[in-house]
């Protein structure tokens, strides 16, 4: 069964770091590109890095704060995030990218706040 779980998130001063971390399971990972996702309140979904088969990517508003990678000799994915600003705040999840093709973990929680 194809299982997704992220973790690493938090509350977290402006300014301050945090490291995302996804875990996936049941399915053959370094095959596929994998994203993060942010969902903040009242906003859809948005693809913000990726990285994979395919040259990585990570949006240009976070560019130089964020950093994608993954391990797949252990199936994870992770994201480093630095100078965090309130307007990153929101749900982070993984999938697969561009095409979501996973059942949707429960993602982790990110709050950017003094």
């Known amino acids: 069964q194809e299982q997704l779980v992220e973790s690493g998130g938090g509350l977290v001063q402006p300014g301050g770091s945090l490291r995302l971390i996804c875990a996936a399971s049941?399915?053959?990972?370094?095959?596929?590109?994998w994203g993060w996702y942010r969902q903040g309140l009242g906003k859809q979904r948005e693809l913000i890095a990726y990285?994979?088969?395919?040259?990585?990517y990570v949006d240009s508003f976070v560019k130089g704060l964020f950093v994608i990678s993954s391990d797949n000799a252990k199936n994870m994915l992770y994201l480093e995030m630095s100078d965090l600003k309130p307007e990153d705040t929101g749900v982070y999840s993984c999938?697969?990218?561009?095409?979501?093709?996973?059942?949707w973990g429960q993602g982790t929680q990110v709050t950017v706040s003094s």
């Open positions: 049941g399915m053959i990972f370094s095959r596929r590109t």
């Open positions: 999938n697969t990218a561009p095409d979501c093709g996973i059942q």
């Open positions: 990285v994979g088969n395919i040259p990585s």
